[in-house]
């Protein structure tokens, strides 16, 4: 079945250094979000990429949605202690409202 | 913003007792509901679409008779986990699009944390 796959699992910075996820999906997809849960709390969304190539920017986060539409990547610049927690890629089952989450990534950092 | 609520957060049952959990969007018609379970540290595992007016979806291998949801209104699911084990603490949370104008966005509710002892 229709598989999202996110890397890295874990990723540990110092405060100020970039980070990157990396979403991947085994087939194409119409959109695809992203959200953040913070420990102990629930997703929260982010943002949803539509167009083949795109990309968004929301103060220190880039998003960017592949030219294929099936891979999607969140880049985080000069993190800071606030940007702690698990982000989650998603994509919509084929044919369906249901969303299909990536593993996360679990951003810890080091002040 | 949009609000789904979730309710209760926290719960301890004893083993073979039953737990409801609601889900209420607070400001927005929702016809359709998710609902979740995830495992520390882990991703969210669909369990089943919760429809207003007719019978859920279950995802693969979440039996159904263990997991009974009704979706009496379109503001409310619930999801009752029956005869309870300690297998069954998790972490459940509920998410909710709106219907109009057709939402892109998952709201999640806060989510609920069962201890089954």
């Known amino acids: 079945g229709q598989q999202v796959m996110q890397i890295p699992q874990y990723q540990h910075v110092q405060e100020g250094e970039d980070f990157t996820t990396y979403c991947n999906s085994s087939t194409t997809l119409s959109n695809i979000q992203w959200y953040k849960q913070r420990p102990g709390g629930h997703p929260v969304f982010l943002i949803q990429?539509?167009?083949?190539?795109e990309v968004k920017k929301q103060k220190r986060l880039t998003f960017q949605f592949g030219e294929a539409k099936k891979n999607s990547s969140l880049h985080i610049t000069a993190t800071q202690t606030t940007d702690v927690g698990t982000y989650f890629c998603?994509?919509?089952?084929?044919?369906?409202?249901?969303?299909?989450f990536g593993q996360g990534t679990r951003l810890t950092i080091n002040p | 913003g949009a609000v789904v609520s979730q309710h209760p957060s926290r719960v301890i049952c004893k083993s073979g007792t039953s737990v409801k959990i609601e889900c209420r969007s607070l400001d927005f018609q929702a016809t359709t509901m998710f609902w979740y379970r995830q495992f520390p540290k882990k991703s969210l595992m669909l369990m089943a679409t919760s429809n207003e007016g007719s019978k859920a979806t279950y995802e693969q291998g979440v039996e159904k008779d263990k997991f009974l949801i009704n979706h009496a209104s379109l503001t409310l699911s619930t999801l009752t986990v029956t005869s309870a084990h300690p297998e069954d603490s998790s972490f459940y949370i509920c998410s909710a699009r709106a219907d109009d104008p057709p939402g892109t966005e998952a709201f999640f509710g806060q989510g609920t944390r069962l201890t089954v002892v």
């Open positions: 998603a994509g919509p089952r084929q044919g369906a409202q249901k969303l299909v």
């Open positions: 990429l539509v167009k083949s190539g």
